[in-house]
């Protein structure tokens, strides 16, 4: 019992520990785009809790392909399995990262932040994979390593904000904007832009960008 105890409260601390070494990182990369601590705190907070809001944009009819028997085909009619399906965006995943980006860009060189971003919307379409039921994913961890390598090498002088905006726009762009014809394949009753497997990839890039930069 003990023991058991013990180990319960280590794992606790050990998260507690793991939560705000993650903060400080959090408010490191931000406070390289011009944040002060203060600001860099409730970016993220605001980020974290939006992440759980999606805005409907649209919603429409679409139908589903249903597979029917041999015999069914001659015999019986079932018509095809038509669902509604809303199209939203994510908060945290998209209109805040979209809303600093447009912040940055007044701060920042306009050519290395255009060239790294069509470079990263052209990565991220290749790799971005359509999941039925769900939606959009990206793996997270390309788009920032990919932001962050050509932000140094653009922006050598100033990278981060070249860093932030090619990484968050490039994986919203490419992985769901560009997917948008694809959405109805989908067959999910919501697909939310920037949300779901895209906005792993969009705070990442956002984070880590920033970050590699200045190691």
Not at 88 to 102: M, W
Not at 181 to 204: R, T
Request: glycine share 10%; hydrophobic share 55%; proline share 6%.
């Amino acid at each position: 019992m003990y023991r058991s105890s013990l180990l319960l409260a280590t794992l606790v601390l050990l998260c507690i520990l793991i939560f705000f070494i993650l903060i400080d990182v959090v408010t490191f990369s931000y406070s390289e785009l011009g944040l002060s601590q203060v600001s860099a705190i409730i970016l993220l907070i605001a980020t974290l809790l939006g992440a759980m809001i999606n805005i409907p944009i649209t919603t429409r009819k679409i139908q589903l392909e249903g597979r029917q028997s041999f015999l069914s085909q001659f015999f019986f009619y079932t018509p095809p399995k038509v669902i509604s399906q809303t199209i939203a965006i994510n908060v945290g995943g998209a209109l805040i990262p979209i809303g600093f980006s447009i912040y940055l860009l007044f701060r920042t060189s306009l050519l290395p932040t255009l060239v790294a971003g069509l470079a990263v919307i052209f990565i991220v379409r290749l790799i971005a994979r359509p999941v039925p039921g769900t939606g959009i994913t990206v793996p997270a961890f390309v788009p920032p390593l990919v932001s962050a390598g050509l932000a140094l090498l653009l922006a050598r002088n100033h990278p981060a904000p070249v860093a932030y905006i090619s990484g968050t726009l490039g994986t919203l762009i490419g992985g769901d904007l560009l997917n948008w014809p694809n959405f109805k394949k989908l067959g999910a009753h919501m697909i939310s832009i920037g949300g779901a497997g895209v906005f792993d990839g969009v705070f990442l890039a956002g984070v880590l960008a920033v970050l590699i930069t200045k190691i």
